[in-house]
């Protein structure tokens, strides 16, 4: 399952890449790919969904961030 966010820059909404390659429009089974979205539990629910029965997304349309609502990033740098 691919996970991706789409539209205008601070306004993304959430997605998912069917087999064919088309984005499908997730927004109404959640608000957000966040660390909520791709917990085991909520990632088996997604699993589940018809995705053949979700809107399909206009073909070109801009891909944002892989997940929002990121509030820390830590990096460990062990090039010294």
């Known amino acids: 399952m691919?996970?991706?966010r789409f539209g205008n820059p601070g306004h993304?909404?959430?997605g998912v890449l069917?087999?064919?390659?088309?984005?499908?429009d997730l927004s109404g089974i959640v608000d957000d790919i966040n660390g909520?979205?791709?917990s085991p539990v909520a990632l088996a629910?997604?699993?589940?969904?018809?995705?053949?029965?979700?809107p399909v997304v206009e073909t070109g349309t801009?891909?944002?961030a892989?997940?929002?609502s990121v509030r820390n990033l830590?990096?460990?740098g062990l090039n010294y």
Do not use: H, Y
Request: proline share 3%; charged share 30%; with cysteine.
């Open 74 to 76: 830590v990096c460990i």
């Open 2 to 4: 691919r996970l991706v």
């Open 66 to 68: 892989c997940v929002g």
């Open 36 to 38: 909520t979205t791709v």
């Open 18 to 24: 069917d087999s064919s390659g088309a984005i499908r």
């Open 45 to 54: 629910k997604l699993r589940r969904l018809d995705l053949n029965s979700l």
């Open 62 to 64: 801009r891909l944002g």
């Open 12 to 14: 993304e909404r959430p």
